[in-house]
């Protein structure tokens, strides 16, 4: 089992900057992909990046790439999203979420074994 609990979300302008922080315990952190996943009110909750074990390797939705960068502290049991020139479409719930699968599934929410509660990340136009 691993407890994944989000922190980081506000409320911040258009333009603006947040850090996202996942902090894991139970299993130690190594032994999974991270992702991050968002979701806004009657929509399906999407991907919006992922990391692999060693933090080698990372893919981002094509809507925050060049904008977002997840990395992570295996040692600290720790994953982050910075979240640079955000934009109002940004506004959504933001989850973290363990995978014990594989990278070429790492964009598919149901491949995912364990979520967090949410943050809100509320961008003001």
């Known amino acids: 089992q691993v407890q994944l609990v989000e922190s980081g979300g506000g409320l911040v302008q258009a333009g603006g900057s947040l850090r996202l922080s996942c902090a894991a315990s139970?299993?130690?952190?190594?032994?999974?992909?991270m992702g991050w996943f968002r979701q806004t009110p009657g929509k399906e909750r999407e991907f919006v990046a992922g990391?692999?074990?060693?933090?080698?390797?990372?893919h981002y939705a094509d809507s925050v790439k060049g904008r977002f960068t997840i990395s992570r502290d295996n040692a600290k049991n720790m994953v982050y999203l910075q979240m640079n020139s955000l934009k109002p479409e940004d506004t959504a719930v933001y989850y973290c979420?363990?995978?014990?699968?594989?990278?070429?599934?790492?964009?598919?929410?149901?491949?995912?074994?364990?979520w967090g509660q949410g943050t809100q990340v509320t961008v003001s136009s």
């Open positions: 979420a363990a995978d014990s699968g594989v990278l070429a599934t790492m964009t598919r929410r149901e491949v995912y074994d364990y």
């Open positions: 139970g299993r130690t952190l190594s032994r999974y992909i």
């Open positions: 990391i692999s074990r060693s933090g080698d390797s990372t």
